[in-house]
C-alpha cells in the first residue's frame, strides 16, 4: 500500500474496521481480539496489521479459534464497512488528532517525516479524513488479503 496522505487515514480506519468484524465474530466464543498496525516507509512503503487472539479458558481448541478468525477475516476483506461506520470513525479519528496536534513531539516526528522522508500527512489532515469512503477502506483490506500472511498458535 503506497503511504499517501490519503491511504494515511483510510489504514487506520481499515484496521479499526477489521478489529470490529473480528471481535464481533470471535467475542460469542470467549475470544479477545486485539490489533495493532504499523505503517513504514522503509525499505518501502507498507501497512502491516498484527492481530493478537486470546481465547479466556481452554474450552475452545486453538485449531477451531483459527477456523473462526480465518472466516471473520475473509467476511472483513469481502464486505464493505457501513456509511455509519465509516462517518463515525472519521469522527475519532479527527478527535484524536486533536489531541495528537496539542504534543509537542507530534510535530517533531511530522517535521522528520515531511522534510526527510518527503511525506506530508499533517496538511489537510481533517479533509483527506473526510473524502475516506467505505470503497476505499474495502480496497486496501483487499490488499492487505492479498499480501503475506504468517499464522502461529502457541498453546499453554
Given at each position: 500500500?503506497?503511504?499517501?496522505?490519503?491511504?494515511?487515514?483510510?489504514?487506520?480506519?481499515?484496521?479499526?474496521?477489521?478489529?470490529?468484524?473480528?471481535?464481533?465474530?470471535?467475542s460469542p466464543m470467549g475470544v479477545k481480539v486485539s490489533l495493532s498496525h504499523s505503517r513504514l516507509?522503509?525499505?518501502?512503503?507498507?501497512?502491516?496489521?498484527?492481530?493478537?487472539?486470546?481465547?479466556?479458558?481452554?474450552?475452545?481448541?486453538?485449531?477451531?479459534?483459527?477456523?473462526?478468525?480465518?472466516?471473520?477475516?475473509?467476511?472483513?476483506?469481502?464486505?464493505?464497512?457501513?456509511?455509519?461506520?465509516?462517518?463515525?470513525?472519521?469522527?475519532?479519528?479527527?478527535?484524536?488528532?486533536?489531541?495528537?496536534?496539542?504534543?509537542?513531539?507530534?510535530?517533531?516526528?511530522?517535521?522528520?517525516?515531511?522534510?526527510?522522508?518527503?511525506?506530508?500527512?499533517?496538511?489537510?489532515?481533517?479533509?483527506?479524513?473526510?473524502?475516506?469512503?467505505?470503497?476505499?477502506?474495502?480496497?486496501?483490506?483487499?490488499?492487505?488479503?492479498?499480501?503475506?500472511?504468517?499464522?502461529?498458535?502457541?498453546?499453554?
Amino acid at each position: 500500500l503506497p503511504m499517501t496522505a490519503d491511504n494515511y487515514a483510510a489504514s487506520d480506519i481499515a484496521s479499526m474496521y477489521l478489529e470490529n468484524v473480528l471481535m464481533h465474530e470471535l467475542s460469542p466464543m470467549g475470544v479477545k481480539v486485539s490489533l495493532s498496525h504499523s505503517r513504514l516507509i522503509y525499505p518501502e512503503d507498507r501497512y502491516s496489521v498484527m492481530l493478537r487472539i486470546q481465547a479466556s479458558d481452554g474450552a475452545v481448541l486453538p485449531q477451531d479459534i483459527l477456523h473462526h478468525v480465518r472466516l471473520a477475516l475473509e467476511k472483513a476483506f469481502n464486505e464493505q464497512p457501513s456509511a455509519a461506520y465509516v462517518s463515525s470513525a472519521k469522527s475519532y479519528l479527527k478527535n484524536i488528532h486533536s489531541l495528537d496536534v496539542m504534543n509537542p513531539e507530534y510535530w517533531l516526528e511530522a517535521i522528520a517525516t515531511r522534510h526527510l522522508d518527503g511525506k506530508d500527512f499533517t496538511t489537510g489532515y481533517a479533509a483527506k479524513t473526510d473524502a475516506v469512503t467505505a470503497a476505499k477502506v474495502n480496497e486496501i483490506l483487499q490488499l492487505l488479503d492479498k499480501g503475506p500472511k504468517l499464522e502461529y498458535v502457541i498453546k499453554r
